[in-house]
């Protein structure tokens, strides 16, 4: 009997939602900033020296492979009984190259949804990238760009390229941009002109994708550095606070300002919470947002997946993200950041 109750049960969750006498399929699109997801081979000079064996974090093999478990582990609890088998696409940041991706889809946890990888070497001084994951049978990779960021007054300045990545998911076709922008080093003002710039950069891509292809899906994810009502994100971009202001193809919209108002965030810092890990989709989605029939894939909710294992439990960063190093003390943990994720649904014809 009690086998008869789990099979039963497993059978539910891989059937699509039910809501209002219709059928959905859900798909799960998530942001995970993995907080330095290095190797241990100092290849980068200064800069990678310090997650070396013989650096500053003595950071080895035991190390590595603990933060890829936790890595793992982490992504593998984001399932809903709509999405049994994890998030359709992940954007990560914070990641050195390409073999750590590959290790971390290869870890146990997540090993049966079959990620594959999508990265590009940048120019980040620091040696860090963005990447993509996909589970190869919901979405088809069909073209993937990358843009560098250029700023005039500083020809040596260097950051992460910005990936774009189109594919075919439930049968429709979306692009995926994955960005890290510009830290706040100096000050949020006083940096803020190099995120405006990456913003600036993003929102050409954005508008280039759509000329070449009106009717697609946009979906623009990442670490941004800034908040949803900073200049970048509002006026460099263009995102908007409320869903009933996107109108065309190419209005954006951003979930994440009025979850920021509630006091909700993905980071915190000195007692008070950012939401710097973003993800921002085009009008595309949000067309059936209100109505009963979602011919087409259409925007659901966004949520902060702040779960009570990710959080420092103890101390003065009670509730924080609990990290993997504070104050060069390794504690295990998982990222700075809370990983973000938005569901898309679509009526099953």
Same mark, same amino acid.
């Given at each position: ?5 789990? +099979? ?25 900033? +993995? ?33 890829? !478990? ?23 940041? =914070? ?23 999508? !990265? !590009? ?27 560098? +960021? ?84 509002? =006026? ?100 700075? !950041? ?5 569901? +898309? ?5």
């Amino acid at each position: 009997m009690k086998k008869l109750f789990i +099979l039963s049960l497993l059978a539910l969750l891989l059937l699509p939602i039910v809501a209002q006498d219709r059928q959905y399929n859900m798909y799960g699109v998530m942001f995970y900033n +993995l907080e330095n997801l290095f190797d241990t081979i100092n290849n980068n000079g200064t800069y990678d020296r310090e997650f070396s064996p013989d650096g500053a974090r003595q950071w080895n093999h035991e190390k590595y492979w603990q933060k890829q !478990h936790n890595m793992a582990y982490a992504i593998a609890q984001i399932t809903t009984p709509g999405t049994p088998d994890g998030p359709a696409i992940i954007g990560v940041s =914070e990641i050195e190259n390409k073999s750590v991706l590959d290790d971390l889809v290869r870890q146990p946890e997540i090993k049966a949804r079959r990620y594959q990888v999508v !990265h !590009h070497d940048g120019p980040d001084r620091r040696g860090v990238d963005v990447g993509l994951l996909y589970n190869p049978r919901l979405f088809k990779v069909l073209n993937v760009t990358n843009q560098r +960021l250029k700023i005039e007054s500083r020809p040596d300045f260097r950051t992460r390229d910005q990936l774009c990545v189109t594919g075919m998911l439930a049968g429709e076709k979306v692009s995926v941009l994955v960005n890290h922008w510009p830290s706040r080093l100096g000050g949020q003002e006083a940096s803020s002109y190099l995120r405006e710039a990456a913003a600036d950069m993003a929102r050409r891509t954005i508008d280039s994708l759509l000329r070449d292809d009106p009717n697609q899906g946009i979906i623009f994810m990442g670490d941004l550095n800034d908040d949803p009502q900073d200049r970048s994100c509002a =006026e460099a971009l263009k995102a908007k606070r409320d869903i009933d202001d996107v109108d065309e193809n190419n209005d954006l919209y951003n979930p994440w300002w009025k979850i920021l108002d509630k006091g909700i965030g993905t980071l915190a810092y000195r007692g008070g919470w950012n939401l710097f890990d973003q993800i921002i989709f085009n009008g595309y989605f949000t067309k059936y947002h209100e109505g009963k029939d979602k011919p087409r894939l259409t925007y659901l909710r966004a949520e902060v997946l702040n779960r009570d294992f990710l959080k420092t439990r103890e101390g003065d960063r009670q509730g924080y993200p609990m990290r993997t190093y504070s104050g060069g003390v390794f504690l295990n943990g998982y990222s700075d !950041h809370f990983p973000t994720i938005i569901y +898309l649904v679509k009526e099953v014809k």
